[in-house]
Nanobody
Framework: VRLVESGGGLVQPGGSLRLSCVAS????????MYWYRQAPGKQRELVAS???????LYPDSVKGRFTISRDNTKNTVYLQMDSLKPEDTAVYYC?????WGQGTQVTVSS
């Protein structure tokens, strides 16, 4: 399996971004998918997950602001991020089981 993220960038506080992660080489629809992030000097943390059946789950830090979704016809998982805060600045990674993408940088700054 190969995972490729895109959609990161620089956004002002309160802004929005949508990340995408395209999977290739595996049976995408059968697996849960995860988005993690890692800020400089901090541990990697889970920010959203979605089951094979489409049930999402979020930690309190992003609940109500982030939305994970998947399109099994496109082998793609999305992370819609709204009301972004400076503390959301990190490299965001897509994950499926033991496979990781290369990450996409999200910077929230005025």
């Amino acid at each position: 399996v190969r995972l490729v993220e895109s959609g990161g960038g620089l956004v002002q506080p309160g802004g929005s971004l949508r990340l995408s992660c395209v999977a290739s080489g595996g049976l995408f629809s059968s697996h849960a998918m995860y988005w993690y992030r890692q800020a400089p000097g901090k541990q990697r943390e889970l920010v959203a997950s979605i089951t094979a059946g489409g049930t999402p789950l979020y930690p309190d830090s992003v609940k109500g602001r982030f939305t994970i979704s998947r399109d099994n016809t496109k082998n793609t998982v999305y992370l819609q991020m709204d009301s972004l805060k400076p503390e959301d600045t990190a490299v965001y990674y897509c994950n499926q089981i033991s496979t990781w993408g290369q990450g996409t940088q999200v910077t929230v700054s005025s």
